[in-house]
C-alpha cells in the first residue's frame, strides 16, 4: 500500500501560528472572516482592470476560492473556470466554518517544489517546525502563494551553473547529478511589498517593520532532502493511476493530478519492491 504524498504534516487550526494568520490574511484576503466566500468588491475591480488590459491579468480570488481551485479546478484562466469557483466557494462556505476552511487552505496550499502546507514548507524550507518559524520567514512561505514557481525561495541548479545567488548548499546528488541550491533573489521585492502592507494596514509596528526589512531571511534558508524512495515507486504507476481518477471522477487530466496529490490517496499496488532492486 503507497501514499502519493506521504510526508505532509496536517496542522490543526488551534496550532496554527497566529502571526501566520495575520500576515497570509493581509495579504491574500483581509475580508476573510466577512465575505461569504467570493468578494464582490475585488471581484469587480479585477473585471475593470482585466477589461482595461484586454486580457486576464488579475483574479480577485478569495481563500476560499483559491482553495476550490487547488482542490478540484485547474490553474486555466478562464470565465468558466471563475464562475465555477465562485459558485462552489459559496457552497463550501456554507458547509464548514470559516475556520474549516482557513485550516484546510493553511494545509493544502502549494508553496513550490514538491510542497504542500504550511507545516510541509516549515521543514523544507527552513528545517524547523512552523510554530517555530518567525515573521521573516512566514512571509517568505506566504510570498511563495502568487507564483510558486516564480517565488519558491530556493531553486536547483546544475552545480557548473554560474550565478551570483547566495549559496544555500552545494554538491546535491539526485539521479546521479549533482546540483547546488541557490536563494531566489525574485522574492525580494514580494517580501518588500508583503512588509510595507502589513505596517500600513497596522498588522506590525513601525519597530517591527524595519526589524523585518533588516532581517537577512535567505540565511535561515537549508536545503532538505525529501524521502524520495516511494515516489520512485510511484513514477511507474502514476500515469495509471490518474486516468483511473479522470474516468472514476470525470475529470481532466490537471484536475485528476490535482485531486491525487490533495487527498493523500493510497492505493496498493503489485509492484514488488523487492523484484524491482534485483
Same mark, same amino acid.
Given at each position: 500500500?503507497?501514499?502519493?504524498?506521504?510526508?505532509?504534516?496536517?496542522?490543526? $487550526?488551534?496550532?496554527?501560528?497566529?502571526?501566520?494568520?495575520?500576515?497570509?490574511?493581509?495579504?491574500?484576503?483581509?475580508?476573510?472572516?466577512?465575505?461569504?466566500?467570493?468578494?464582490?468588491?475585488?471581484?469587480?475591480?479585477?473585471?475593470l482592470q482585466n477589461i482595461k488590459?484586454?486580457?486576464?491579468? $488579475?483574479?480577485?480570488?478569495?481563500?476560499?476560492?483559491?482553495?476550490?481551485?487547488?482542490?478540484?479546478?485547474?490553474?486555466?484562466?478562464?470565465?468558466?473556470?471563475?464562475?465555477?469557483?465562485?459558485?462552489?466557494?459559496?457552497?463550501?462556505?456554507?458547509?464548514?466554518?470559516?475556520?474549516?476552511?482557513?485550516?484546510?487552505?493553511?494545509?493544502?496550499?502549494?508553496?513550490?517544489?514538491?510542497?504542500?502546507?504550511?507545516?510541509?514548507?516549515?521543514?523544507?524550507?527552513?528545517?524547523?517546525?512552523?510554530?517555530?518559524?518567525?515573521?521573516?520567514? +512566514?512571509?517568505?512561505?506566504?510570498?511563495?502563494?502568487?507564483?510558486?514557481?516564480?517565488?519558491?525561495?530556493?531553486?536547483?541548479?546544475?552545480?557548473?551553473?554560474?550565478?551570483?545567488?547566495?549559496?544555500?548548499?552545494?554538491?546535491?546528488?539526485?539521479?546521479?547529478?549533482?546540483?547546488?541550491?541557490?536563494?531566489?533573489?525574485?522574492?525580494?521585492?514580494?517580501?518588500?511589498?508583503?512588509?510595507?502592507?502589513? +505596517?500600513?494596514?497596522?498588522?506590525?509596528?513601525?519597530?517591527?517593520?524595519?526589524?523585518?526589512?533588516?532581517?537577512?531571511?535567505?540565511?535561515?534558508?537549508?536545503?532538505?532532502?525529501?524521502?524520495?524512495? #516511494?515516489?520512485?515507486?510511484?513514477?511507474?504507476?502514476?500515469?495509471?493511476? #490518474?486516468?483511473?481518477?479522470?474516468?472514476?471522477?470525470?475529470?481532466?487530466?490537471?484536475?485528476?493530478?490535482?485531486?491525487?496529490?490533495?487527498?493523500?490517496?493510497?492505493?496498493?499496488?503489485?509492484?514488488?519492491?523487492?523484484?524491482?532492486?534485483?
Amino acid at each position: 500500500e503507497y501514499c502519493f504524498y506521504p510526508n505532509r504534516d496536517y496542522v490543526e $487550526r488551534k496550532d496554527i501560528p497566529e502571526d501566520l494568520v495575520k500576515i497570509l490574511l493581509n495579504t491574500e484576503d483581509r475580508s476573510f472572516y466577512e465575505h461569504g466566500g467570493i468578494n464582490i468588491k475585488s471581484i469587480l475591480a479585477s473585471i475593470l482592470q482585466n477589461i482595461k488590459s484586454m486580457k486576464i491579468v $488579475r483574479g480577485g480570488s478569495t481563500i476560499d476560492q483559491q482553495l476550490i481551485k487547488n482542490l478540484y479546478l485547474t490553474n486555466e484562466k478562464s470565465l468558466t473556470r471563475k464562475i465555477k469557483e465562485a459558485y462552489l466557494a459559496v457552497k463550501l462556505n456554507k458547509e464548514l466554518t470559516k475556520d474549516e476552511i482557513l485550516e484546510l487552505y493553511i494545509n493544502k496550499v502549494w508553496l513550490g517544489h514538491d510542497v504542500y502546507g504550511f507545516s510541509d514548507g516549515a521543514k523544507f524550507y527552513f528545517g524547523k517546525e512552523l510554530k517555530d518559524l518567525n515573521k521573516a520567514e +512566514l512571509s517568505l512561505l506566504v510570498g511563495t502563494l502568487n507564483a510558486p514557481s516564480k517565488y519558491k525561495p530556493f531553486k536547483l541548479l546544475r552545480k557548473n551553473t554560474y550565478t551570483e545567488d547566495y549559496l544555500i548548499q552545494d554538491n546535491i546528488e539526485i539521479n546521479n547529478k549533482l546540483y547546488k541550491c541557490v536563494y531566489n533573489n525574485k522574492v525580494e521585492n514580494k517580501l518588500k511589498v508583503i512588509y510595507k502592507s502589513l +505596517l500600513d494596514n497596522q498588522v506590525i509596528d513601525l519597530e517591527e517593520y524595519e526589524k523585518l526589512v533588516n532581517y537577512d531571511v535567505k540565511k535561515s534558508l537549508k536545503y532538505q532532502e525529501k524521502n524520495d524512495e #516511494i515516489k520512485k515507486d510511484l513514477i511507474v504507476v502514476k500515469e495509471d493511476i #490518474i486516468k483511473s481518477i479522470m474516468k472514476e471522477k470525470n475529470l481532466s487530466y490537471n484536475e485528476a493530478f490535482g485531486y491525487l496529490k490533495n487527498n493523500n490517496l493510497t492505493f496498493t499496488s503489485t509492484i514488488d519492491k523487492s523484484l524491482q532492486e534485483k
